[in-house]
């Protein structure tokens, strides 16, 4: 079935790194892929998003690449803040309205 | 603009109590839809609406009805509680059809069920 996972439930970096948060897809019709940021005690947050026609995406400091080959996406934050701490979901949408979320991976930014 | 708002933030209910969440935004969006997020796991879509007096099942949706009588409004309800619907329950919106575009959260429900 459709599903969307994360390689890494957890991930350490230290303050000024860059940081790389990986997500796998199985739905190979999907065309539409987002990253969401959740905080602590809140509701997720758009950080970026790509569409299947394209490989890269770049935002403030955020990159998203997009491997359809392998079915794979990833997440890249340049020199991680410590306000980059947080769950970060990748999801994508398989058509219609309907988007599947991955489980998550916490990010953890050492000072 | 308050975005999505939601309401209560808290809510403590027993079993086979009835509660309805409610959630409103303020951004002339079309689309609104109810998800849940349970530990260790993504968020699951309960149900969604396309538009005022339009709404469909999403992923999940035993145990709960939503309708649509406006643009800004979209509550859950919940109609016999159990304890497996302890859960954070997120409501979203988006100013399209949902292709192609962001969806925007409130800052959640967190309900628990004993």
């Known amino acids: 079935g459709e599903s969307v996972g994360l390689h890494l439930p957890t991930l350490s970096v230290q303050e000024g790194d860059n940081s790389i948060i990986n997500c796998a897809y199985s739905?190979?019709?999907?065309?539409?892929f987002i990253w969401y940021k959740q905080e602590s005690g809140k509701g997720p947050q758009f950080i970026i998003d790509?569409?299947?026609?394209?490989d890269k995406r770049q935002g403030q400091r955020v990159t998203v690449l997009l491997n359809k080959t392998v079915k794979h996406l990833s997440l890249q934050i340049a020199a991680t803040q410590p306000g980059d701490s947080a769950v970060y979901f990748c999801?994508?949408?398989?058509?219609?309205?309907?988007?599947?979320f991955g489980a998550g991976t916490r990010l953890f930014v050492k000072a | 603009n308050a975005g999505v708002t939601q309401t209560p933030k808290f809510q403590v209910l027993k079993t086979g109590q009835s509660m309805t969440l409610q959630c409103a935004q303020d951004?002339?969006?079309?689309?609104m839809s109810w998800y849940r997020q349970d530990p260790g796991m993504g968020l699951r879509l309960i149900h969604y609406?396309?538009?005022?007096?339009?709404?469909d099942q999403g992923e999940v949706p035993n145990g709960y009805n939503v309708s649509r009588s406006t643009t800004e409004d979209f509550p859950l309800r919940l109609l016999s509680a159990a304890p497996s619907q302890t859960s954070v329950y997120f409501c979203?919106?988006?100013?399209?059809?949902?292709?192609?575009?962001?969806?925007?959260f409130g800052p959640g429900t967190r309900l628990t069920v004993l």
């Open positions: 979203a919106s988006s100013y399209s059809e949902g292709f192609y575009n962001e969806q925007f």
């Open positions: 739905n190979s019709a999907s065309d539409y």
């Open positions: 790509i569409r299947s026609n394209m």
């Open positions: 999801a994508e949408n398989t058509g219609g309205f309907k988007t599947i």
């Open positions: 951004m002339n969006h079309e689309y």
């Open positions: 609406s396309v538009g005022a007096g339009i709404t």
